[in-house]
């Protein structure tokens, strides 16, 4: 597909921020066609180093709140004030997902670019941790990395050359994601469907040069991305 808005980030020093497939091709592929007002408040959840919030605030207009448990928020505002945001635009927070410190409805809608699989497949993730920074009818969108077709009962030699099965249980299908999501009492799934993104993300995030992406590399040139998919997940709090 074509990442239009995307294109302007697809800079070396820009790109060489990202922690895996590219997340603001996911975002723009994610938002498409989406029901977030003008304006609204939107935590970024598992922010990494804010290129994916820069680019929410920046294209969509969004009031946006990085949220990242790893990142240093320090840096990142540098890094905001850097690409002329202000703090009245987008805030960097340091933030466990499982205990988000904001009030309840403070947001009108959740984002979440290739990191919910590491905390949200706890079924009662949605319930218990998250849907009450939503506002009733708010919006929570969803991309995390998949498998076409869950194998982890044999799984390829081409994905066990970069990862142990232990890091691949972090991945799955959709058939998987529906019954995760499936199970909120607090909202209705809208959506869960397999996304385009894939082999266009994986190339821009196998092209730098820092050790993961390298460790990476062996597994998607040996194939292995022939078994991957991104999943595109959307649910209304009721």
């Known amino acids: 597909m074509q990442y239009p808005l995307s294109e302007k980030y697809n800079t070396p020093e820009l790109m060489a921020k990202i922690m895996g497939p590219n997340p603001v091709k996911l975002a723009e592929e994610l938002l498409m066609k989406h029901q977030i007002p003008a304006g609204a408040t939107v935590c970024d959840l598992g922010s990494g180093q804010g290129l994916s919030s820069v680019f929410m ?81 708010g919006y929570t969108y969803i991309t995390v990395p998949g498998m076409k077709k869950d194998c982890h009962d044999n799984l390829p030699a081409e994905l066990l050359l970069s990862w142990t099965p232990e890091q691949l249980d972090y991945l799955h299908d959709v058939a998987y994601w529906k019954n995760i999501v499936g199970a909120c009492k607090g909202a209705e799934v809208v959506c869960v469907e397999q996304m385009q993104s894939n082999e266009e993300v994986w190339s821009d995030w196998l092209m730098q040069e820092n050790e993961y992406a390298l460790g990476d590399r062996k597994a998607m040139e040996a194939g292995g991305g022939k078994y991957l998919n991104f999943i595109k997940i959307v649910l209304r709090k009721k």
């Open 57 to 137: 605030a920046k294209e969509y207009g969004f009031k946006v709140y990085a949220a990242d448990l790893w990142s240093d928020p320090e840096q990142n505002r540098r890094f905001f004030e850097q690409m002329g945001l202000t703090e009245q635009q987008i805030t960097p927070v340091k933030a466990d997902a499982t205990t988000l410190p904001f009030e309840k409805d403070f947001f009108d809608a959740v984002v979440s670019t290739d990191s919910y699989n590491y905390f949200g497949r706890d079924p009662d993730y949605l319930d218990q941790k998250l849907l009450a920074f939503v506002k009733p009818g």
